[in-house]
């Protein structure tokens, strides 16, 4: 079997924005994994995220989110690009116009309506062991947040429950709820 590169990678990436094709490509054990679009329930839930947290960091000068498009070179070679990421500003001073050669501090997968369940624990899990200092799953259809730690059971969260994750965001809480898209009502329409 062909084992690929980031330079493989990045010539992938140059072929599909000359043809004009928006596709984001990760780099998993020399294998090229082309990830298209997602469903717009997962996009929203990660913009809601995204909102909440950054505007959370952003005026404490703690560091950097990164959205889906936020490539980042691992130690083992890999290349991928969690759905948000953060990393802290002593670690990243300045965003290069490159992918990050290092792994987030909190990496966040979202489970679109075509994921399974596994292989977001197991990308999760390997960039803990990386060095992250944490990781959340996101599943919007059971309105589950799973937060995932170097140690310990993970923690599952649901409507009702905070956010909190004191290791990196002392004092941020997020309710559960609020990442869910609205569902607006006729009035809100008509008004």
Do not use: C
């Amino acid at each position: 079997m062909l084992i690929m590169t980031i330079k493989d990678v990045e010539q992938v990436q140059t072929a599909f924005s000359e043809a004009g094709l928006d596709y984001d490509v990760e780099l998993t054990n020399g294998r090229i994994s082309i990830v298209g679009p997602s469903d717009i329930v997962s996009s929203e839930v990660g913009i809601l995220f995204s909102r909440l947290l950054a505007n959370w960091v952003y005026p404490r000068r703690l560091g950097r989110v990164f959205d889906s498009a936020g490539g980042f070179i691992l130690p083992d070679s890999n290349l991928t690009a969690p759905d948000v990421s953060f990393v802290r500003a002593a670690r990243l001073r300045q965003s290069p116009r490159y992918f990050g050669e290092l792994v987030p501090d909190l990496v966040v997968e979202i489970k679109s309506q075509s994921d399974r369940i596994k292989p977001l624990v197991t990308k999760i899990l390997n960039l803990i062991k990386l060095g992250a200092v944490m990781g959340i799953l996101i599943d919007p259809d059971e309105e589950t947040v799973t937060v995932y730690r170097h140690q310990g059971k993970p923690t599952i969260l649901n409507n009702g429950d905070i956010l909190t994750l004191p290791e990196l965001f002392p004092g941020w809480e997020l309710a559960i709820s609020e990442l869910w898209p609205p569902i607006f009502t006729e009035e809100e329409i008509e008004g």
